[in-house]
DNA sequence: TTGTATGCGTTATCAA
DNA sequence: TTGATAACGCATACAA
């Protein structure tokens, strides 16, 4: 290794190495005229101070981790895009972990990320989990972790969600008021928070409507495609459903391949609402009514609130839960 | 900190650390039952190597930088998943950064990733560049590079890119056959590496057919949403165009918002034809045609490139181009 | 096969 | 204001 280091740069100007440290560094004592000096040879040789060897001697990282069941969704990598923004401006690095929703990738990748690696981490847990105990194994010692809209309720630490129950009824109620009489709610794990919290929002606003409650209206969908596919297309034959309310995002898009497939008009046979982030959800043949999470500023919120825990530690005063709003947007999808 | 390091591990077996650490690699000569005994000591006592004091020690991150100039983009997104997985498979760990096609953004990313952050980038480069002959000014100590679709010509880096040319040249040449007689390109940045290859093959598709090339019939766009919601508007309106042929996606979209709001129907009055690594390309209304490039195996390659130059800096017999071919998928938005 | 000693590049403490 | 030195946690050359 022939690179530059403080050493060198400290020889180059007849310095110490520790007035070359305290060059980079604000808060201490040293003389303008030299820091400049310093400053200027630096960038010349272009020193930059050496990450891992701070990081050594500081115990920290400046990195976080974030970690997301996938990337290919409109609504993951918006809240990426607004955890990237506030980690810079905040001079944090962030680390990419993509579980495809396998609890055994969320396990290793957390454990592994106890070696120094990040100072915290951002998660949206896998839809697969069931034992989510691995993350109080670690003791005190656990790394902060902030849980965003994919939460584990039994884990105690800081989460930024939305209002899915109200967002659920309301979608739930819309369908009612365009005429829907037989709903399905398509769900991909509903014994996840989030399956589970929308399912709630769906069932209560069939009572209020006293529209009856059928248990095989809740159609339990995998991960795959082609399994939803299939899926999707029996529900839709069997149980005749003229309303679909689905929990993502790719479940919307399996149900508009279906309609197609099989000759269902929508919205006049079958009416459409869905979570999504989708931008050109206008652009949809028919547009697509959405339940519209804000998905940067869920991210932006989520990384703030790392920041607050790791800047004051012992402070318990910080919110232990951000609720963010969704919005009904409109659209053709669900036109009487 | 209290946490657990190699000393106390050393101490609690009654071992020197020097055997603790041969533990963990695979080459050391190291008993095989005291290495179990280490390693069953570690899983109870939670320890794992500290990556920043390896790093230190070894000279080596394990990490790879990947820079994108946006990330809400079906095409990035799925190229980063190709990247994370390969990078995984490999024992390496991704830094992403997001450039929102701000060149100064690039430089400083850049510069900071050589303090021993990466061991490597991939990177495809921002819409704005001018000058990267910052790229240059490493000399021997710039990190490998690998570039993948938006890259720099005059940057000597191993890269990963399509066959631009041909698509472009095929593309235009399907609207020909669908009737076309004016048909307007739709660029953000022509001097840019695809920005200009693209265009190229329309020019010659163009000159293949003997319809005549006009120049402002090739239409810059900006990176604003609303700028382009003008400009498209405008070329609509005074160039009358019967084609369109975008060289990225979010083109292709506000094409599409322009249209509704002019009530110009696709595809009747204008066809239209997209660079595009959108999934639910067949939900549009109406379905849009697509040249459709290999994402998640651009970003794979990248990755595998990457590794290469990685494990043997010095062979120079590896590829320093890689050329993969995208589809065109014919749908409604090109039908006669 | 295992242990000892040294250094990776930096920063904090203390002395000058 | 600056310099000498130790320490962060680990891996390797060398000795045992």
Redesign the pocket.
């Known amino acids: 290794?022939d690179?530059?280091?403080?050493?060198?740069?400290?020889e180059a100007l007849?310095?110490?190495?520790?007035?070359?440290?305290?060059a980079?560094?604000d808060?201490?004592?040293?003389?303008?005229?030299?820091?400049e000096r310093i400053l200027a040879k630096a960038k010349e040789l272009n020193?930059?101070?050496?990450?891992?060897?701070?990081n050594?001697?500081?115990?920290k990282s400046k990195t976080i981790a974030v970690i997301v069941p996938e990337l290919a969704n409109n609504y993951f990598s918006q809240a990426i895009h607004g955890i990237e923004r506030v980690a810079r401006e905040n001079g944090y690095h962030i680390l990419i972990y993509v579980t495809d929703d396998d609890y055994q990738k969320e396990v290793t990748f957390i454990r592994h990320l106890h070696?120094?690696r990040a100072d915290g981490i951002i998660m949206s847990v896998s839809g697969e989990a069931n034992d989510h105990n691995y993350l109080n194994k670690f003791g005190s010692k656990r790394l902060p972790l902030v849980f965003f809209d994919r939460i584990y309720e039994d884990i105690d630490t800081p989460r930024v969600i939305t209002n899915d129950y109200d967002s659920s009824f309301l979608a739930t109620e819309h369908l009612i008021e365009q005429g829907c009489k037989r709903i399905a709610y398509l769900v991909v794990n509903k014994s996840l928070s989030i399956g589970k919290t929308r399912m709630q929002g769906y069932i209560d606003a069939l009572a209020k409507y006293q529209v009856t409650f059928e248990e095989n209206l809740i159609v339990d969908c995998s991960n795959s495609y082609e399994e939803n596919s299939l899926i999707i297309k029996e529900a839709l034959t069997q149980l005749k459903p003229d309303g679909i309310f689905t929990s993502v995002e790719r479940l919307a898009f399996a149900t508009y391949y279906a309609c197609y497939d099989l000759n269902v008009n929508i919205p006049n046979d079958l009416k459409v609402i869905s979570f999504s982030s989708l931008e050109i959800a206008p652009l949809l043949n028919p547009s697509l009514t959405t339940i519209t999470q804000p998905a940067i500023e869920i991210g932006e919120k989520a990384a703030e609130l790392l920041f607050t825990v790791l800047d004051d530690q012992a402070n318990k005063n910080r919110p232990n839960e951000v609720v963010l709003t969704s919005k009904i947007i409109k659209r053709n999808s669900t036109n009487k």
């Open positions: 290794m690179s530059i280091n403080i050493k060198k740069l400290a007849n310095l110490s190495t520790s007035t070359i440290s305290r980079f560094r808060n201490s004592d040293i003389n303008g005229a030299t820091k020193y930059q101070p050496n990450h891992y060897a701070s050594l001697r500081e115990q070696n120094g």
